[in-house]
């Protein structure tokens, strides 16, 4: 037997333990061309928050009662695949559950050797895709130009900091917590960073962009967004990547109308998910690799141990807990 976790209710405003259900489940065995996978890594991300809702969006919604899914790290642990043999670690979109049976087309190999296992889910995985390709082919940072990162110390504004530095920006983040600024200056080398919850940020903007924003890179919406618009250069970019804030209203986000501003400065505003350059990821991957192997991108992850806290860690995102990418470690990987 195994444990899987279900929604059972569509939240209403923040999600809360009665959202969910763990319930145990036999484990399957494989068929002709599937694998038996344990798992290893579970990835928490906000973007999960909207599969919770019914109607229409990007991604289908949960269904109730049925398994949550997200990026999943596993172990082979019985093959009837050519592809795949035991010991096998792979990445895949898999259930919330200590085990999973899937198709060999699902899931791919990953070498744990040449990064951490983990470090799929995070900087060489989804997160730092969706930061490099929107950064990249959206925002377009030039030499010299001013970048700014809402949910800056989190998995994907992290890595587009960054990014922006390689490309030679000037790079002002916004974060939460002091903690987490000095980890933006200290560690990552941006050149400012703003805590929201503690400094007055249209005026902390002005003074950290004194020569205006020429690139906002959107996580999180919201005032924080509404405080940028002001500030914008003539063509500048807006990447629009997450609304984090407005995430959990159970009412429609109001604020700030932003036509104004976008005529005035002739800017561009394109909402964008990772999807859309599905037949580029080993070309995005290829380049992250490369600055990871050569000490130009740093990362961070906050672990959640055991199975058993997979919804905390998850709840835990709309507090702000995580610095860097927010992962469940269920086990250790045999080597």
Known sequence: MQKKIHLINRPKGTPTHDDFKVV??????????????????????????????????????????????????????????????????????????????????????VDHHQAPASAYLSVLGMT????????????????????VVSGAAGAVGSVVGQIAKIKGARVVGIAGSDEKISYLKDELGFD??????????????EEACPNGIDVYFENVGGEIGDAVFPLLNNFARIPVCGAISSYNNVDQDLGPRVQGHLIKTSSLMQGFTVG????????????????????????????????????????????????????VKVDEIQE
């Open 24 to 109: 145990e489940a036999p484990i399957d065995s494989p068929e002709q061309g599937e694998v038996l996978i344990r798992t290893k890594y579970i990835s928490v991300d906000p973007y999960l928050r909207g599969r919770m809702n019914e109607g229409k969006s990007y991604v289908e919604p949960f269904k109730l009662d049925e398994v949550i899914s997200s990026a999943v790290i596993g172990q082979v642990e019985e093959s009837k695949s050519d592809r795949f043999s035991k010991g096998d670690v792979v990445l895949g979109a898999l259930g919330w559950q200590e085990y999973s049976v899937v198709k060999e087309d699902a899931i791919r190999k």
């Open 192 to 205: 400012a960073a703003i805590n929201y919850k503690t400094q007055d940020v249209p005026k902390a903007l």
């Open 128 to 147: 730092g895709l969706t930061a490099y390709f929107g950064l990249l082919e959206i925002g377009k940072p030039q030499e010299g130009e001013t970048v």
């Open 276 to 327: 859309n350059y599905s037949s580029r990821f080993g070309e995005g991957a290829k380049e992250l690799a490369g600055w990871l192997s050569e000490g130009k991108l740093k990362y961070e992850e906050t672990v959640t141990e055991g199975f058993d806290h997979t919804i905390d860690a998850f709840l835990d995102l709309f507090k702000g807990a995580n610095l860097g990418k927010a992962i």
